[in-house]
C-alpha cells in the first residue's frame, strides 16, 4: 500500500547544485577536455588590420612544414561555396577573407596539422600581402560623407548604413515635448564590452566519410538552431548533422552566433576525413568574436513642473562592426532596446535606432542580456537620476512618483510592450529600508559638509526576458519556443532532456527540481540532459535569461502531460474512478481514503507492467512551449560610493539589491545568479574598456589590458527580494540571469554622479575610471 513519499527538492529549496559533483571534482567535460582518435589541429591566421584589401596570400612555405595536412584560405573555401556565410541578422560574414578584411583580427587562412604547435609554426609562415586601406571605427566616422565604404561586397551598398528602426509614436510624443515644461537630456555611450566567459569558443568537428554523419562538438549556447544554419550553409542534410554541446565554462551571448571558426574547421574535416579540433586562445576570443553594446544615446525626457513625466524621446546609433551579425529577433533591428521606458508610467515616447558599419569585429552580442535590454536600461536609469537632480528632487521620491503603479498591469507601454506584473514601489522600499535610506542621506550630507564626496546611486530597472513568444519573436524565421522531453523510467526515475543549454547556471539542479514539484519524483532522481541534438528535443536554447520562462515553463508543461496520464494508471490500480483521486505529495490518493494511495514511483513501474485495457505503455511525453508573452522581472539596486578627491578613485561602500523574479525555483542559485551578474555590472561600470585607435587597432585584447573584476575589486553585496509572480508562466516564474548586469551599472554610475553633482558633473560614460572622475573634479576647481 501507500509507500513513504519524499520528495527533497522542491520549488523553493536551496539545494546543493547537482552538477557541482563533477565540476568540483574538476571532472566537468569541457570541449578541449575531448581528445578524437586520430584527430588534428587547426589554428587561424587572422588580420593584423582594420580595413586592408587582400592582395595574396602565399602558403607555400607553411604547406611544406613538418606535421601540416593543410593550408585553408579564402579562395579554396570559394571554391566550395564556403568564404561567405549567413549570419543571424540577415547579413553576410566572410568565413575566410578573399576581397578585403575588414576588422583588426578578421580570418584570413587557418593550418591544420597533426599537433597544434606544429598548426602555430606553420601559421607563421604564410605570407599575406596587404593593401592597408583608412579604418572607420566609429558610427560618426561611418556617417561621414566620404567615409571609407566598409561592405563594397554588397551589391547595393552605397554607404555604411545597415539599418534605421524606430517604435512609439513621433506625434504625440513632439506634442508632449512641447507643452513640457522641462526637458532633459543625457547624451551617454554605453562601451564596447565584452563578455570573456573563462573558456574561448571552439569546437571539434568529425565527419566520417563512410556514413557522412557529421558530429561536431561545440562550444554553443543554441546547438539545435546551429544545426540548422550549419545545414543550410553546408548543404549537408540536417539528420547528418549532430551537434554537442559539452559542459561550458561561461558564454553570457558570446557563445551563440556562427563564428567562422566553425565552418572552417568542419569544411576541412569533411575534406581530409579526419577530426579537426579548433580552440581559440583568450586574445583570439577577445578580438575577434561577438562583443557587447557599443552603442552612442540620446535621450530626452519632457516633464511637468511637478516633476511628472511627460514623454520619452531617445536616438541610438549602433556600432555593429564589420558584419551585422547580431543574434537579435528578425522583427527587432536594434534588438528588445524599445524597453527603454522602464518602470515609469511615461504617455508617450518615441525611439529612433541606425545601425552602421564599421573597422571592428562584429558587435552586438546580448551580453547577459534580452538582445539590448541593458543599454536601455542603462540610458532610462541614467536619464532619471539626471532629471532628479536637475530638478532638485530626492532620486527616489522622482521615481516614486513616477512608477507604473502594481493596479496598472497588465500594463500597455508607449511602445508597445505589454507588461506582465510588477509591483516596483514594493521593490523600491524594500531596498530603501534595507539600505537605510533616509540616515543614508543624512550621513551623505554630513559628510558632504566635511569636504568628503560620496553619493547614492539608485536603479530601478524593468526588463524583458523569455522570448518568444513565437509569433513576434524568431532568428531566422525559427520561432522561439523551447522543448522539454520527460521519460520516466520503471524504477520512478526519470530523464529530462531540453532544448535549452546550460553554460553554469544551473539547469540540471533546477530544472529537476520542477519535475519534483510537478511529479513528486525526488530531484536526485531525475537526470537533466541538454546540448546533444540527437538526443533532446529541439529548442532554441540558452541566453537571454529564456531557460525557466520557457523551457522551465515546458517542463512544468510536461511534467503535468505524465500526471494526467499517472492519474488514469493510478485510478486502474486503486479501482476508483478518476474524479475521486486527490494529488498530494507524489501521490494520488482516493478522497476520504487517504492511505488508499499510489505514489508516482507505483505509477511508473505499473506504466510498464499494469496498464488499464487499450492505454499505450509507458510514462514519457515531450512538450513545446511557446510562451503567450515575455517574463518582466525588475528590482531596485542601491550603491553608496565614496570618492577619493585626491585620485579620482571610486571607492563602492554599499550594495543592496532586490529582485523580483517571480517565483524562484532555487533561491541559492538565484542569489548566486545575482552576485555574479552584479560583479559583472560592477567590472563593466568601472574596468572594462575595449577600444580602438584612429587605425582601428584593438586596444583591450588582453586580461592585462581588459581589466576584469576579481574578488578583490568586487563589493560585498546585500540580497533583498520580492515576489511578484508572472501571471502567464505555469510556475509564476520570471528570468532572473541578466536582471543584476542590465540594472547595476545604472545604479554604480549613478552614485558617482550623485556624488559629483554637487560639482555640476552630470556624466561620466563607463568605466567610470579614477582619470575621468579625477579630471572632472579637477575641471569643477577642486585642487585638493
Ligand atoms: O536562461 P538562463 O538559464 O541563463 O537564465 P534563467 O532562466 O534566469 O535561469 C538562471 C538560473 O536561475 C537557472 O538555473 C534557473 O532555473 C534559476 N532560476 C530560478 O531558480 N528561479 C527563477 N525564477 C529564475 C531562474
Same mark, same amino acid.
Given at each position: 500500500?501507500?509507500?513513504?513519499?519524499?520528495?527533497?527538492?522542491?520549488?523553493?529549496?536551496?539545494?546543493?547544485?547537482?552538477?557541482?559533483?563533477?565540476?568540483?571534482?574538476?571532472?566537468?567535460?569541457?570541449?578541449?577536455?575531448?581528445?578524437?582518435?586520430?584527430?588534428?589541429?587547426?589554428?587561424?591566421?587572422?588580420?593584423?588590420?582594420?580595413?586592408?584589401?587582400?592582395?595574396?596570400?602565399?602558403?607555400?612555405? &607553411?604547406?611544406?612544414?613538418?606535421?601540416?595536412?593543410?593550408?585553408?584560405?579564402?579562395?579554396l573555401m570559394a571554391q566550395h561555396k564556403l568564404a561567405w556565410m549567413p549570419t543571424l541578422s540577415y547579413d553576410t560574414q566572410a568565413v575566410l577573407a578573399t576581397d578585403k578584411v575588414r576588422?583588426?583580427?578578421?580570418?584570413?587562412?587557418?593550418?591544420?596539422?597533426?599537433?597544434?604547435?606544429?598548426?602555430?609554426?606553420?601559421?607563421?609562415?604564410?605570407?599575406?600581402?596587404?593593401?592597408?586601406?583608412?579604418?572607420?571605427?566609429?558610427?560618426?566616422? &561611418?556617417?561621414?560623407?566620404?567615409?571609407?565604404?566598409?561592405?563594397?561586397?554588397?551589391?547595393?551598398?552605397?554607404?555604411?548604413?545597415?539599418?534605421?528602426?524606430?517604435?512609439?509614436?513621433?506625434?504625440?510624443?513632439? &506634442?508632449?515635448?512641447?507643452?513640457?515644461?522641462?526637458?532633459?537630456?543625457?547624451?551617454?555611450?554605453?562601451?564596447?564590452?565584452?563578455?570573456?566567459?573563462?573558456?574561448?569558443?571552439?569546437?571539434?568537428?568529425?565527419?566520417?566519410?563512410?556514413?557522412?554523419?557529421?558530429?561536431?562538438?561545440?562550444?554553443?549556447?543554441?546547438?539545435?538552431?546551429?544545426?540548422?544554419?550549419?545545414?543550410?550553409?553546408?548543404?549537408?542534410?540536417?539528420?547528418?548533422?549532430?551537434?554537442?554541446?559539452?559542459?561550458?565554462?561561461?558564454?553570457?551571448?558570446?557563445?551563440?552566433?556562427?563564428?567562422?571558426?566553425?565552418?572552417?574547421?568542419?569544411?576541412?574535416?569533411?575534406?581530409?576525413?579526419?577530426?579537426?579540433?579548433?580552440?581559440?586562445?583568450?586574445?583570439?576570443?577577445?578580438?575577434?568574436?561577438?562583443?557587447?553594446?557599443?552603442?552612442?544615446?540620446?535621450?530626452?525626457?519632457?516633464?511637468?513642473?511637478?516633476?511628472?513625466?511627460?514623454?520619452?524621446?531617445?536616438?541610438?546609433?549602433?556600432?555593429?562592426?564589420?558584419?551585422? &551579425?547580431?543574434?537579435?529577433? *528578425?522583427?527587432?533591428?536594434?534588438?528588445?532596446?524599445h524597453i527603454v521606458t522602464g518602470s515609469y508610467d511615461i504617455p508617450t515616447a518615441h525611439v529612433t535606432a541606425d545601425g552602421y558599419y564599421t573597422n571592428k569585429a562584429p558587435g552586438g552580442?546580448?551580453?547577459?542580456?534580452?538582445?539590448?535590454?541593458?543599454?536601455?536600461?542603462?540610458?532610462?536609469?541614467?536619464?532619471?537620476?539626471?532629471?532628479?537632480?536637475?530638478?532638485?528632487?530626492?532620486?527616489?521620491?522622482?521615481?516614486?512618483?513616477?512608477?507604473?503603479?502594481?493596479?496598472?498591469?497588465?500594463?500597455?507601454?508607449?511602445?508597445?510592450?505589454?507588461?506582465?506584473?510588477?509591483?516596483?514601489?514594493?521593490?523600491?522600499?524594500?531596498?530603501?529600508?534595507?539600505?537605510?535610506?533616509?540616515?543614508?542621506?543624512?550621513?551623505?550630507?554630513?559628510?558632504?559638509?566635511?569636504?568628503?564626496?560620496?553619493?547614492?546611486?539608485?536603479?530601478?530597472?524593468?526588463?524583458?526576458?523569455?522570448?518568444?513568444?513565437?509569433?513576434?519573436?524568431?532568428?531566422?524565421?525559427?520561432?522561439?519556443?523551447?522543448?522539454?522531453?520527460?521519460?520516466?523510467?520503471?524504477?520512478?526515475?526519470?530523464?529530462?532532456?531540453?532544448?535549452?543549454?546550460?553554460?553554469?547556471?544551473?539547469?540540471?539542479?533546477?530544472?529537476?527540481?520542477?519535475?519534483?514539484?510537478?511529479?513528486?519524483?525526488?530531484?536526485?532522481?531525475?537526470?537533466?540532459?541538454?546540448?546533444?541534438?540527437?538526443?533532446?528535443?529541439?529548442?532554441?536554447?540558452?541566453?537571454?535569461?529564456?531557460?525557466?520562462?520557457?523551457?522551465?515553463?515546458?517542463?512544468?508543461?510536461?511534467?503535468?502531460?505524465?500526471?494526467?496520464?499517472?492519474?488514469?494508471?493510478?485510478?486502474?490500480?486503486?479501482?476508483?474512478?478518476?474524479?475521486?483521486?486527490?494529488?498530494?505529495?507524489?501521490?494520488?490518493?482516493?478522497?476520504?481514503?487517504?492511505?488508499?494511495?499510489?505514489?508516482?514511483?507505483?505509477?511508473?513501474?505499473?506504466?510498464?507492467?499494469?496498464?488499464?485495457?487499450?492505454?499505450?505503455?509507458?510514462?514519457?511525453?515531450?512538450?513545446?512551449?511557446?510562451?503567450?508573452?515575455?517574463?518582466?522581472?525588475?528590482?531596485?539596486?542601491?550603491?553608496?560610493?565614496?570618492?577619493?578627491?585626491?585620485?579620482?578613485?571610486?571607492?563602492?561602500?554599499?550594495?543592496?539589491?532586490?529582485?523580483?523574479?517571480?517565483?524562484?525555483?532555487?533561491?541559492?542559485?538565484?542569489?548566486?545568479?545575482?552576485?555574479?551578474?552584479?560583479?559583472?555590472?560592477?567590472?563593466?561600470?568601472?574596468?572594462? #574598456?575595449?577600444?580602438?585607435?584612429?587605425?582601428?587597432?584593438?586596444?583591450?585584447?588582453?586580461?592585462?589590458?581588459?581589466?576584469?573584476?576579481?574578488?578583490?575589486?568586487?563589493?560585498?553585496?546585500?540580497?533583498?527580494?520580492?515576489?511578484?509572480?508572472?501571471?502567464?508562466?505555469?510556475?509564476?516564474?520570471?528570468?532572473?540571469?541578466?536582471?543584476?548586469?542590465?540594472?547595476?551599472?545604472?545604479?554604480?554610475?549613478?552614485?558617482?554622479?550623485?556624488?559629483?553633482?554637487?560639482?555640476?558633473?552630470?556624466?561620466?560614460?563607463?568605466?567610470? *575610471?579614477?582619470?575621468?572622475?579625477?579630471?572632472? #573634479?579637477?575641471?569643477?576647481?577642486?585642487?585638493?
Amino acid at each position: 500500500m501507500a509507500t513513504e513519499v519524499h520528495m527533497h527538492g522542491r520549488i523553493g529549496e536551496s539545494i546543493k547544485r547537482k552538477e557541482d559533483g563533477r565540476f568540483l571534482r574538476g571532472k566537468g567535460n569541457y570541449l578541449d577536455d575531448i581528445d578524437l582518435p586520430a584527430m588534428l589541429h587547426m589554428v587561424i591566421l587572422r588580420s593584423p588590420h582594420a580595413h586592408a584589401r587582400v592582395k595574396s596570400v602565399d602558403t607555400a612555405a &607553411a604547406s611544406a612544414m613538418p606535421g601540416v595536412i593543410a593550408v585553408v584560405t579564402g579562395e579554396l573555401m570559394a571554391q566550395h561555396k564556403l568564404a561567405w556565410m549567413p549570419t543571424l541578422s540577415y547579413d553576410t560574414q566572410a568565413v575566410l577573407a578573399t576581397d578585403k578584411v575588414r576588422f583588426q583580427g578578421q580570418e584570413v587562412a587557418a593550418v591544420v596539422a597533426e599537433t597544434k604547435a606544429q598548426a602555430e609554426d606553420a601559421r607563421d609562415l604564410i605570407v599575406v600581402e596587404y593593401d592597408v586601406l583608412p579604418a572607420v571605427i566609429s558610427p560618426q566616422q &561611418a556617417k561621414e560623407a566620404g567615409a571609407a565604404l566598409i561592405r563594397d561586397d554588397k551589391e547595393n551598398q552605397r554607404d555604411n548604413h545597415i539599418y534605421h528602426w524606430e517604435a512609439g509614436d513621433q506625434a504625440t510624443t513632439q &506634442a508632449a515635448f512641447a507643452k513640457a515644461d522641462k526637458v532633459v537630456r543625457l547624451h551617454t555611450f554605453y562601451p564596447r564590452c565584452h563578455p570573456a566567459p573563462l573558456e574561448t569558443c571552439g569546437c571539434i568537428a568529425d565527419v566520417n566519410g563512410a556514413t557522412g554523419k557529421a558530429t561536431i562538438y561545440m562550444t554553443s549556447q543554441a546547438p539545435h538552431a546551429i544545426r540548422t544554419v550549419f545545414a543550410l550553409v553546408t548543404g549537408l542534410p540536417e539528420q547528418n548533422i549532430r551537434v554537442i554541446s559539452p559542459d561550458i565554462g561561461g558564454g553570457f551571448g558570446n557563445k551563440v552566433p556562427v563564428y567562422p571558426g566553425y565552418v572552417v574547421a568542419t569544411a576541412a574535416s569533411l575534406l581530409i576525413g579526419r577530426p579537426v579540433k579548433w580552440v581559440e586562445d583568450r586574445n583570439e576570443n577577445l578580438i575577434s568574436t561577438g562583443f557587447a553594446r557599443d552603442f552612442h544615446m540620446t535621450g530626452d525626457l519632457a516633464l511637468d513642473k511637478n516633476g511628472k513625466m511627460l514623454a520619452l524621446r531617445v536616438h541610438l546609433d549602433s556600432d555593429n562592426g564589420a558584419f551585422f &551579425a547580431d543574434a537579435q529577433p *528578425t522583427k527587432f533591428k536594434a534588438g528588445l532596446f524599445h524597453i527603454v521606458t522602464g518602470s515609469y508610467d511615461i504617455p508617450t515616447a518615441h525611439v529612433t535606432a541606425d545601425g552602421y558599419y564599421t573597422n571592428k569585429a562584429p558587435g552586438g552580442v546580448a551580453y547577459r542580456c534580452s538582445f539590448r535590454v541593458t543599454e536601455a536600461s542603462y540610458l532610462i536609469e541614467r536619464l532619471v537620476t539626471n532629471a532628479a537632480i536637475e530638478l532638485g528632487m530626492d532620486q527616489a521620491e522622482f521615481r516614486m512618483k513616477n512608477f507604473i503603479q502594481p493596479e496598472q498591469f497588465p500594463y500597455h507601454s508607449a511602445t508597445g510592450w505589454e507588461y506582465d506584473s510588477g509591483d516596483y514601489p514594493r521593490a523600491m522600499n524594500v531596498a530603501l529600508e534595507q539600505l537605510g535610506y533616509d540616515e543614508m542621506r543624512k550621513d551623505v550630507e554630513a559628510r558632504r559638509k566635511k569636504g568628503e564626496v560620496t553619493g547614492i546611486g539608485i536603479a530601478s530597472f524593468t526588463e524583458v526576458v523569455g522570448a518568444g513568444h513565437g509569433a513576434e519573436y524568431d532568428i531566422l524565421g525559427l520561432r522561439m519556443f523551447d522543448s522539454a522531453e520527460l521519460r520516466v523510467h520503471p524504477t520512478g526515475k526519470a530523464m529530462l532532456r531540453m532544448g535549452t543549454k546550460s553554460q553554469g547556471q544551473g539547469h540540471e539542479t533546477t530544472f529537476a527540481q520542477i519535475v519534483t514539484e510537478e511529479l513528486g519524483i525526488p530531484a536526485a532522481d531525475v537526470a537533466v540532459e541538454e546540448g546533444d541534438t540527437d538526443t533532446a528535443p529541439y529548442g532554441l536554447g540558452t541566453y537571454a535569461s529564456r531557460s525557466t520562462a520557457v523551457a522551465g515553463a515546458a517542463t512544468a508543461m510536461v511534467a503535468r502531460k505524465l500526471r494526467d496520464k499517472a492519474r488514469k494508471i493510478a485510478s486502474h490500480l486503486l479501482e476508483a474512478a478518476e474524479e475521486d483521486l486527490e494529488w498530494e505529495n507524489g501521490r494520488f490518493y482516493v478522497k476520504g481514503s487517504t492511505d488508499r494511495a499510489k505514489t508516482i514511483q507505483e505509477i511508473a513501474f505499473a506504466a510498464y507492467s499494469n496498464i488499464p485495457e487499450g492505454m499505450e505503455a509507458g510514462l514519457e511525453g515531450v512538450h513545446y512551449y511557446d510562451p503567450p508573452n515575455m517574463t518582466f522581472p525588475f528590482g531596485t539596486y542601491a550603491v553608496v560610493v565614496d570618492v577619493d578627491k585626491g585620485t579620482g578613485q571610486v571607492k563602492v561602500r554599499r550594495v543592496v539589491a532586490v529582485d523580483d523574479c517571480g517565483v524562484r525555483i532555487n533561491p541559492m542559485i538565484v542569489e548566486g545568479q545575482i552576485h555574479g551578474g552584479l560583479a559583472e555590472g560592477y567590472g563593466i561600470a568601472f574596468m572594462e #574598456l575595449i577600444t580602438f585607435d584612429a587605425e582601428g587597432n584593438c586596444i583591450g585584447s588582453n586580461f592585462m589590458e581588459y581589466l576584469l573584476p576579481t574578488a578583490w575589486e568586487t563589493p560585498r553585496f546585500e540580497l533583498g527580494e520580492t515576489t511578484t509572480p508572472s501571471p502567464h508562466h505555469p510556475l509564476g516564474a520570471k528570468g532572473v540571469g541578466e536582471s543584476p548586469t542590465v540594472g547595476s551599472p545604472a545604479a554604480y554610475v549613478n552614485a558617482v554622479m550623485d556624488a559629483l553633482a554637487p560639482y555640476g558633473v552630470t556624466n561620466i560614460d563607463m568605466p567610470v *575610471t579614477s582619470d575621468k572622475v579625477w579630471a572632472a #573634479l579637477r575641471a569643477a576647481g577642486v585642487t585638493e
